[in-house]
């Protein structure tokens, strides 16, 4: 079972930025990607972003341009840098972890998009 540590959530005001991190309790070279998703109240879940062991990202139309999603190897993270946000991005977000077939979930960390 892989472990996620989610943090960096929190109110912020439309256009302003956040960063969310996802620390997870084994070596990202066991991991085929990582990835953020988030959830509104009555909604799926939906993808933000996510991005490969190797690299290779892949966004959600809305977190194009705005977001942008890394990974710190050594520390075994991934990071969610937002930008210019906006109401609608209001939401749970949960980081994922996919790893040997097997889907992986962090508990979530609320982000308040709000003047």
């Known amino acids: 079972q892989v472990q996620l540590v989610e943090s960096g959530g929190g109110l912020v005001q439309p256009g302003g930025s956040l960063r969310l991190s996802c620390a997870a309790s084994t070596s990202i070279f066991s991991i085929s990607s990582m990835g953020w998703y988030r959830q509104t109240p009555g909604k799926q879940r939906e993808l933000v972003t996510t991005i490969s062991r190797g690299g290779t990202a892949n966004y959600s139309d809305s977190a194009k341009g705005r977001f942008t999603i890394s990974l710190d190897n050594a520390k075994n993270t991934v990071y969610l840098q937002m930008s210019s946000l906006k109401p609608e991005d209001t939401a749970v977000y949960y980081c994922?972890?996919?790893?040997?077939?097997?889907?992986?979930w962090g508990p979530g960390t609320q982000v308040t998009v709000s003047s």
């Open positions: 994922h972890v996919l790893r040997y077939g097997l889907e992986h």
